[in-house]
């Protein structure tokens, strides 16, 4: 079957570094996306890796080891506005999208 | 403004009615795709259109289905509605047939809430 894991719930305080980590298993892989979401709103996009390492956009960046099915988010400055919840999402071979079900991040004070 | 279209943004009906759900891509893109988020679930996709044409199907229900038009907005018709399809629907757009390609995501509109009482 197809499954992405991503830990429910995280806390981290405001300034700090926080990784959200993100674990998959698809037919066929083709990359992997993170996306932000605030409550009520649309998923924003973050990044997309589909060669293992790491990307670096700004204070966000992400990274993907295809033969360990891993990927993580790190979250670095914190700040209050980075309470959201962010979503992992795998390309499958058949190039479907199957996003896991979301870290909700509270940045506290 | 994200440049995707949803309409409408709220949704009340009944148990056993049919609703359409509306949605206009951004400006260029060809690729339409139709996602469900359950509360406290994650986003389901149910189906994708590329430039008029069915490209990929996730867990979509018999009882609902979709299409994209010439003009590239596209519509998902839900029928004999159940409490458990109370949900927001999320549409999204991107240039391309294949996800990722070209390292952009999706853009995402700010969905449809729909409520069956």
């Known amino acids: 079957g197809q499954n992405i894991d991503q830990p429910t719930e995280m806390t981290a305080t405001e300034g700090a570094i926080v990784q959200i980590n993100c674990t998959y298993q698809?037919?066929?892989?083709?990359?992997l996306f993170w996306y932000q979401q605030h409550a009520g709103e649309a998923p924003t996009f973050l990044s997309y890796?589909?060669?293992?390492g790491l990307e670096e956009k700004g204070r966000f960046s992400s990274f993907l080891s295809r033969s360990k099915g891993y990927s993580y988010l790190l979250l670095k400055e914190l700040q209050m506005k980075d309470s959201a919840s962010y979503l992992c999402?795998?390309?499958?071979?058949?190039?479907?999208?199957?996003f896991g079900a979301g870290t909700r991040l509270f940045v506290k004070a | 403004d994200s440049g995707v279209t949803q309409t409408p943004k709220h949704l009340i009906t009944a148990t056993g009615q049919r609703v359409t759900l509306r949605c206009s891509p951004r400006?260029?893109?060809?690729?339409v795709y139709w996602y469900q988020q359950s509360l406290d679930q994650g986003l389901q996709f149910l189906i994708q259109?590329?430039?008029?044409?069915?490209?990929a199907k996730g867990n979509i229900l018999e009882r609902f289905s979709a299409q994209q038009f010439p003009d590239l907005h596209s519509e998902l018709n839900l029928s004999s509605l159940e409490l458990g399809d109370s949900a927001l629907y999320f549409c999204?757009?991107?240039?391309?047939?294949?996800?990722?390609?070209?390292?952009?995501?999706?853009?995402f509109g700010s969905g449809t809430r729909l409520t069956v009482v």
């Open positions: 698809t037919s066929g892989f083709n990359g």
């Open positions: 890796n589909v060669l293992d």
């Open positions: 999204a757009s991107s240039a391309t047939a294949t996800p990722g390609q070209g390292s952009y995501g999706y853009t």
């Open positions: 259109y590329y430039n008029g044409e069915e490209r």
């Open positions: 999402a795998a390309v499958t071979g058949g190039f479907k999208t199957i």
């Open positions: 400006s260029g893109d060809l690729s």
